[in-house]
């Protein structure tokens, strides 16, 4: 299934007069601020957030899952559906796979169709915390810091040929997530477990074409639960600090414990210029997966203001990261769900880019924490839906996707098309 041009054309016309009166409205108070819309639009329009692969199916948990009808069955299905998302808001362009979930069987019709699409293959992800079938050696006591080199090496070799499907594609990155770790006091040597892991990863940097980056990301727990070997930012940053200079640290929201300061670890990354790629979620309580900007949107709002600080610093050491979303659960329409994520993130982003930071600097420097919270809380309670209403308007989207989704019956033609005992591949 496809949405047409002319189906959103048809749903943005039942809005387009409600949709003028409200960002005439918001262009008038950000001109009284000095604040240029189109500037901020244009910025909007160019930001593109990928889509996981293994997002694209109702999530379970540890206990059941309850999957949704019209589910996508194959690879070609993903890249359908990632492909309508783009269509309904303009800024979902890019695809993350997942391998051997996503294995492509023909390459060049694989590509072809993300492109006539307009999507791209952002980051390819390995996966070495799951035994496969007829695998040789068990991950069960962990892949790149296994005690047995024969474990090592067969995850090595299946992150080389992640690679290998990665270059076919046209990705640029290879982002590594290890469950590796220990359950147990006493289980496993944690020096050996790390050198052993760099050791590995080393070799991995080294099979990557010259212009790819690798992305480390780390996590303090799960699946096992009294330690994992890339538990934290710093970790993650020691290894890509060693491994060279196109490898960098990737920050999941969930992946911290609870009151961390993620926006100083972005902060902090930005200046070393190792910030290399985000999963966007939400989460309470751990790795909740949950939809983006659903529990902590201050949070989120706090974290884009460092991220467009070492964006706009023309000084800065940091390459543009990559944007990813990785959330996945078992309540909601996973479609719908994907939507509510990116409108959230690229509201946070633009509320950060209306931020006065010269008055804040100004704030900062004269050791003013009131005035500071009223210009950071100013460009947060600035209501930006109609400015990313317009950026979608103008790139040819839906003014209201979600609405739009709703009212063309996706889900419902999905249903007919595939099915309503559908399985796709992924958590
Ligand atoms: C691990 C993780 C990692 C995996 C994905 C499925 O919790 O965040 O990024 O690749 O989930
Ligand atoms: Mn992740
Ligand atoms: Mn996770």
Not at 45 to 50: C, P
Not at 60 to 83: M, N, Q, Y
Not at 326 to 353: F, G, R, T
Request: charged share 25%; glycine share 8%.
């Amino acid at each position: 299934m496809r949405i047409t041009t002319d189906q959103i054309q048809t749903q943005n016309d039942k809005t387009l007069p409600q949709h003028r009166e409200s960002f005439d409205h918001l262009r008038l108070i950000l001109e009284r601020k000095n604040i240029d819309s189109q500037q901020v639009i244009d910025k909007i329009k160019n930001f593109q957030v990928a889509i996981p692969s293994w997002a694209l199916g109702t999530g379970g948990t540890r206990f059941a899952r309850f999957a949704g009808g019209g589910e996508p069955r194959s690879l070609k299905e993903k890249i359908d559906d990632v492909g309508m998302l783009h269509a309904l808001n303009g800024g979902s362009g890019a695809i993350s796979l997942h391998i051997p979930w996503d294995i492509p069987s023909d390459v060049d019709a694989v590509k072809s169709h993300a492109a006539a699409l307009g999507l791209a293959f952002d980051a390819v992800n390995s996966n070495t915390f799951q035994d496969q079938e007829n695998q040789g050696h068990s991950y069960k006591f962990g892949s790149l810091c296994h005690t047995d080199s024969r474990a090592r090496r067969q995850a090595i070799d299946h992150n080389l040929e992640v690679i290998h499907y990665g270059k076919e594609l046209g990705s640029k990155s290879l982002t590594v997530w290890l469950a590796d770790g220990s359950s147990f006091p006493g289980q496993m040597n944690f020096r050996k477990a790390l050198q052993r892991t760099f050791d590995a990863l080393k070799e991995i940097y080294q099979g990557m074409p010259e212009d790819w980056k690798m992305f480390v990301e780390y996590k303090p727990y799960e699946p096992y639960f009294y330690h994992t070997v890339i538990q934290d930012w710093g970790t993650s940053h020691l290894l890509a600090s060693q491994l060279g200079e196109r490898a960098f640290t990737l920050v999941d929201l969930g992946h911290h414990l609870p009151n961390t300061n993620i926006e100083q670890i972005v902060a902090t990354l930005m200046m070393q210029g190792k910030l290399g790629g985000f999963h966007f979620n939400d989460s309470k309580y751990g790795d909740d997966d949950l939809t983006v900007g659903a529990l902590k949107p201050y949070q989120l709002f706090l974290i884009f203001n460092e991220l467009v600080e070492g964006m706009e610093d023309p000084s800065s050491p940091n390459p543009t990261p990559a944007w990813m979303i990785d959330a996945s659960h078992n309540l909601k329409d996973p479609l719908e769900d994907l939507l509510q994520s990116v409108e959230a993130i690229q509201l946070a982003y633009a509320q950060a880019l209306i931020i006065d930071r010269i008055k804040l600097e100004e704030a900062r420097e004269t050791n003013d924490p009131a005035w500071a919270q009223e210009i950071l809380q100013e460009a947060y309670r600035t209501d930006l839906r109609p400015l990313i209403a317009e950026a979608r308007l103008q790139a040819g989207a839906a003014i209201k996707p979600f609405g739009a989704y709703r009212s063309l019956k996706v889900r419902d033609q999905l249903i007919k098309e595939r099915g309503l005992k559908t399985m796709a591949t992924g958590l």
